[in-house]
């Protein structure tokens, strides 16, 4: 399958249909803005690998794996913890035929 390899794609086709156009600006670039986030991690991997191994003392390169994938573990339920108690407030798309 394709994997994926598409979803940025997806994602922003949704967007076109499903948004008021006077907010698809601020949620293209909040997507783009994740995706360059999303991209720097690479970047910054050995320096929070660093720091939560000086941080914890983690000793086994299997500790400090299970630290960072926890790190990313606790930032997605942060977000499913905002999006559960402070949920924005639903908007209804104007038709596309319209």
């Known amino acids: 399958g ?9 994602v922003k086709g949704y967007i ?6 006077e907010d698809r600006s601020w949620l293209l670039a909040g ?3 994740q995706m360059t986030v999303l991209a720097l991690t690479k970047v ?5 690998n660093a720091s939560l191994t000086a941080t914890f003392a983690l000793e086994t390169e299997l500790m400090q794996y ?3 994938i926890s790190t ?7 977000g499913i913890f ?7 407030t639903p908007t ?3 038709s596309l035929e319209e």
């Open 2 to 10: 394709g994997g994926g390899g598409s979803a940025w794609s997806m």
């Open 16 to 21: 076109s249909k499903h948004v008021r156009p």
């Open 31 to 33: 997507l783009k803005l």
């Open 44 to 48: 910054l991997y050995p320096v929070l």
């Open 66 to 68: 299970r630290a960072v």
């Open 72 to 78: 990313c573990a606790l930032f997605c339920w942060a």
């Open 82 to 88: 905002l999006l559960i108690f402070c949920p924005p």
């Open 92 to 94: 209804q798309a104007q």
